[in-house]
């Protein structure tokens, strides 16, 4: 009898028939539990996570397949009381995520979008346009050193980029310098990144001292969780030029976007894509499928981060 699975963010379709074949899968509808069936496994997204109401719903509950690897949304504790097993999908979506961080610095900095319209228009030779910043020998802190931090100071130095970070720990990396104080990290920088992971612990880290001392010229990019930054305190200083720009694929009450923020031509907006290409999506998809595999057959998890 094959187990029950409940399907809370949509996959990819070859994806989700790869579940279909291997589980009896409940696809999720807000606010319903299929309370009546057994429940072993959930599938979900990064973003969504579990519910608490959700898991307290299914007592036979064993393993959350995350495809991500935000793990701010699921309750760690609870689920680490109830020895219920979290996998992620890390180590695919690095690349893509760093990527995007660098496509969002040279959209933001060279005002690619405003070239974009103004050509689109019809209005070039007839208007002109201001001139952008340079990329190339910018300052740039990153927040957060783990693997996507470090590919975006991988990229960032191929631009020949002044790179500094701040993180939980000094990790003694080769030409980057470690800044044990995030204020001061703002103040250095043209640009600032924030790669650092979700969760209460990161609440507001990128609050209204550090957007104001990146100052009225710096870039704030947020390719990491809309609740690392002060949303309220990023509007108003983009609002009263005490910013000078900011680039960012998530927010705080995704998918709701301070309407604010969609008014300023000097803000670059993404609806948290940043692992959005065929290729990452199929490689997360097949780790959540692997790691559901090797629950059910008593392997060691692919990708833990509790087993």
């Given at each position: 009898m094959k187990p029950h699975l409940l399907l809370i963010e949509p996959m990819m379709p070859e994806i989700e028939a790869a579940l279909d074949s291997a589980y009896t899968v409940h696809r999720w509808q807000r606010d319903t539990l299929p309370v009546d069936a057994p429940i072993r496994a959930i599938a979900t997204g990064g973003g969504t996570g579990v519910p608490r109401a959700v898991m307290d719903a299914l007592p036979a509950l064993e393993v959350i397949a995350i495809n991500g690897i935000g793990t701010d949304a699921v309750d760690l504790v609870e689920c680490a009381r109830r020895q219920i097993a979290v996998t992620v999908t890390r180590d695919v979506l690095t690349d893509d995520?760093?990527?995007?961080?660098?496509?969002?610095?040279?959209?933001?900095?060279?005002?690619?979008?405003?070239?974009?319209?103004?050509?689109?228009?019809?209005?070039?030779?007839?208007?002109?346009?201001?001139?952008?910043?340079?990329?190339?020998?910018?300052?740039?802190?990153?927040?957060?050193?783990?693997?996507?931090?470090?590919?975006?100071?991988?990229?960032?130095?191929?631009?020949?980029?002044?790179?500094?970070?701040f993180s939980r720990r000094n990790l003694d990396l080769p030409s980057t310098p470690f800044v044990n104080d995030l204020?001061?990290?703002?103040?250095?920088?043209?640009?600032?990144?924030?790669?650092?992971?979700?969760?209460?612990?990161?609440?507001?880290?990128?609050?209204?001292?550090?957007?104001?001392?990146?100052?009225?010229?710096?870039?704030?990019?947020?390719?990491?969780?809309?609740?690392v930054v002060d949303e309220q305190a990023l509007v108003v200083a983009l609002q009263e030029k005490r910013l000078g720009r900011a680039a960012l694929d998530v927010f705080v009450d995704e998918p709701n976007v301070p309407e604010a923020l969609k008014t300023m031509s000097n803000v670059v907006l993404q609806p948290h894509r940043a692992s959005a290409t065929l290729e990452t999506r199929q490689a997360m998809g097949k780790l959540v499928i692997d790691n559901l595999a090797a629950h059910f057959a008593g392997r060691p998890l692919v990708t833990p981060v509790i087993t």
């Open positions: 995520v760093a990527d995007l961080a660098m496509a969002l610095m040279l959209a933001s900095l060279r005002d690619l979008l405003p070239g974009d319209r103004l050509v689109r228009d019809g209005l070039w030779g007839k208007e002109g346009l201001p001139l952008a910043r340079k990329v190339s020998g910018a300052k740039l802190g990153i927040v957060g050193m783990g693997q996507v931090g470090q590919a975006i100071a991988r990229r960032a130095q191929a631009f020949s980029m002044q790179v500094s970070y204020v001061a990290l703002a103040a250095q920088s043209d640009i600032l990144v924030v790669a650092a992971s979700g969760g209460a612990q990161s609440r507001n880290l990128i609050n209204r001292e550090v957007i104001e001392a990146l100052g009225p010229s710096g870039l704030l990019v947020n390719v990491a969780r809309g609740t």
